[in-house]
């Protein structure tokens, strides 16, 4: 019998054959030990079971003017420009599509119904700027919806709709959640409604926001996905469907779902507040990389750099400095830099909190009490330096010329002390240092001045890397200089 034939034989059939020569082939270790092969799993009962709580989003625009013409822009263009990777073009309101009423539409979405009474979870991107939001139920029903709430730093929508004996659905808890498992979406691709996708979790804690660590997965996500769930094979939602990484526009086989567990947290303050309270504590942070970690004695790379403080913030009071590395917040370790910012953002305005701070080869508690969230103000420019290059024989060595800090740049940039390079080359210019820069610390140790700065440099060894403190406008950052030998 050809080969190709005992593939297409019956299960049944097949181990019957096999089992004739058993006796002639006794079960080796190896087979013993090869894993059973699983069918693929049977979505069906799941899609009955939840499509029935996911609707699509309409939203119109209105008051816009203008006729379409040659040129105009499709919304659903517009919507798959701006959520999936492609550049928005620059284009006028009087190009987009029209309507002879003065009611545009601006997209299709999806989301999902959170409780029987009508309350109804989506994207913030969805509803954004919308006039009017109209939710299609899978039974067709349809019904004008309210903006209860929606936080963009999330892209966690809620709106209301006057229903009531609704099919909500099952929460379920994303901590159980396992890379490899298969998961489910149903939403409106291209206003395709209750289109359905499968796939499987790619990662987890996929690290794209300074808010929320993304569920990362290969379903087949398009836009009008946007807000619809991410199902589990136990019909629970475990996620929001929100983005997808492309370099074509299109889907690519790698799409982003928001954490439930995070999602519920907003919706929960969108219900009662009608808007999300974060914790801040004032600080501009950066990564710990393994070289900077190892120079300063921190030994691993952890935490996270605070590259720059705002004067008057929590972190000014609680004499946090640029340069330190923040470890713990309220007794919880921060291993990455974006833990930091969930931290903070999830703790309450007002609470006293406790930061631990690596500075100088030491850690130390600091005490603070945490703020409100305020808009992001904008980041002054640096000083004006008209200092002619001086470089100090010590300094050479490294391809640096500094000079004193003026009375005016301390006060401008909010510091104590330090120097600034008034020319970077060789070593230095290669370890990213530049003309402006001031150098605040060097080989861990804070210096005031020019005379401390080549004090310093006289008893380093400088046949090794030499890590420096520098500030560049309102950041601060560390660079190390490794001369050549």
Known sequence: MPWYKWNAL???????????????????????QTPMVRGLPDFTELVEQVGPSVVNIRTIERGATGRQGAGAVDEEMLEFFRRFGVPIPNVPRQQRPQRPDDEQPRGVGSGFILTA?????TNAHVVEGADEVIVTLADKREFKAKIVGADKRTDVAVVKIEATGLPAVRVGDVSRLKVGEWVMAIGSPFGLENTVTAGIVSAKQRDTGDYLPFIQTDVAINPGNSGGPLINMRGEVIGINSQIYSRSGGFMGISFAIPMDEATRVSDQLRVNGRVTRGRIGVQIGPVTKDVAESIGLGKPQGALVTGVESGSPADKAGVEAGDIITRFDGKPIDKVADLPRAVGNTKPGN??????????????????????????????????????????????LGLAVTELTEAQRKELKIRGGVVVSAATEAAARAGLREGDVILGIANTEIANVKEFEAVLAKVDRSKPINVLFRRGDWAQYALIRPSR
């Open 352 to 397: 006293r909190s406790t930061i631990t701070v690596f500075r100088r080869g030491a850690s130390k508690d600091l005490s603070l009490t945490v703020a409100e969230v305020e808009p992001d103000k904008p980041v002054a420019k640096a000083a004006e330096r008209d200092e002619k290059p001086k470089a100090s024989a010590a300094a050479q060595q």
């Open 10 to 32: 019956p299960a049944a059939l097949l181990a019957g054959v096999l089992a004739g020569t058993a006796a002639l082939a006794p079960v080796t270790a190896v087979q013993a």
């Open 117 to 121: 009474d009508g309350y109804v979870m």
